[in-house]
């Protein structure tokens, strides 16, 4: 029988990889939570612009305002719950809001970015499998359920913790296996939270600036020949953050790749989310992108002068959408 999948803040990402896994899974074994694009969901599906997998992709998986409802509509248990939507602190957690989907077998697969996202799944679920993943996919919902894609698709995941025993090894090997038969690249690593740091240069560095400047980031190259050496200097600042906890890979050579690959965009390069949250007044994910790195960083005694300057800034900036215009 195919798997049962659910995913949790079907947006940019969210809808990407649901259409991914209906190239083998039919959609009516995909049920999409949606809320402010529920509209246009439930009426038409989704619709992706891609430039690696094409333009005008169309899919209707099954669409649900809450998890209560997605559990009430669907005949088995989940296999698979994809938390995509934004890592916040909300009450109730993410991780509450998805418990009636959750059945003794389920694996919860995040697919988010920052860092020290998984533990509040880990304390809820420690009988589940908790597969933690993060993914390279420039994506913008550009209006309700019609998505974005450019330039790259490349997902990591490993089991949280790392040595989680062999039921959550074989869940997140499922998992990975599913994305490769349906044609998404992913890698299944023993220690996923290397390439969550790798990860980290790039959004530790790019988001909040592109957030602040509400430029795209080869945009931002172009105004200042000091921007390169800044992102340069702040990618820096996570590689010893990131080495103090023995990911010594995470490194200069690192920050260099993570560089060229920006500097060699055409303009006006990529809108990182934290962007695309800005210019909609959303909340951006500024505790699990820096403010985590940031704490990280002082338990181990580690000097990020800039990271705690860019820390404040882009928490300032997203308290002021909580007040609404100043
Ligand atoms: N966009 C990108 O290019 C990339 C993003 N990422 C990461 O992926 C994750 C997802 O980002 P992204 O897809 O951009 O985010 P989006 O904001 O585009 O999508 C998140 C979705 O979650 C929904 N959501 C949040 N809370 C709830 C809730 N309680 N009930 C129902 N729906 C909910 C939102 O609904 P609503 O619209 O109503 O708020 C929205 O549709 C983040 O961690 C991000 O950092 C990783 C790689 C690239
Ligand atoms: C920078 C980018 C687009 C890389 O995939 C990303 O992770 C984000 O927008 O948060």
Request: with cysteine.
């Amino acid at each position: 029988m195919a798997p049962r999948i659910l995913v949790f803040g079907t947006g940019s990402v969210g809808a990407v990889y649901a259409w991914v896994l209906s190239q083998t899974i039919p959609a009516t074994s995909i049920t999409t939570i949606c809320r402010s694009n529920y509209d246009q969901a439930s009426k038409d599906g989704f619709a992706i612009d891609s430039t690696i997998w094409g333009n005008n992709l169309k899919f209707k998986p099954v669409v649900a305002r809450t998890v209560a409802e997605a559990a009430e509509k669907s005949d088995q248990p989940f296999d698979h719950v994809l938390v995509c939507s934004k890592a916040l602190n909300t009450t109730p957690s993410t991780a509450e809001l998805i418990k009636p989907a959750i059945s003794e077998t389920t694996a919860i697969v995040l697919i988010q970015n920052g860092i020290g996202i998984e533990d509040e799944y880990a304390r809820v679920y420690p009988n589940n499998p908790l597969i933690s993943t993060l993914t390279y996919l420039p994506v913008t919902q550009v209006s309700p359920a019609v998505i974005q894609h450019r330039e790259v698709e490349l997902l990591h995941a490993g089991t949280y913790p790392a040595d989680a025993p062999s039921p959550s090894k074989d869940a997140a090997k499922k998992f990975v296996d599913l994305l490769t038969a349906a044609g998404a690249t992913a890698v299944l690593h023993d220690d996923v939270q290397e390439e969550r740091w790798a990860k980290l240069l790039v959004n530790v560095a790019w988001n909040p600036v592109c957030a602040l400047t509400r430029c795209r980031d080869r945009a931002f190259i172009n105004t200042n020949n000091k921007v390169l050496p800044f992102i340069k200097d702040v990618m820096m600042e996570v590689c010893s953050v990131a080495q103090a906890y023995g990911y010594d890979n995470v490194n200069e050579q690192l920050a260099h790749h993570h560089i060229g690959r920006a500097y060699r965009r055409d303009l006006p390069g990529v809108q990182p989310s934290m962007m695309a949250d800005t210019l909609a007044g959303r909340e951006m994910e500024v505790d699990a992108i820096i403010g985590n790195v940031v704490k990280r960083a002082r338990a181990k005694g580690v000097a990020v002068p800039l990271l705690r300057t860019i820390y404040l800034l882009v928490n300032g900036l997203n308290a002021s959408f909580a007040v609404g215009n100043p």
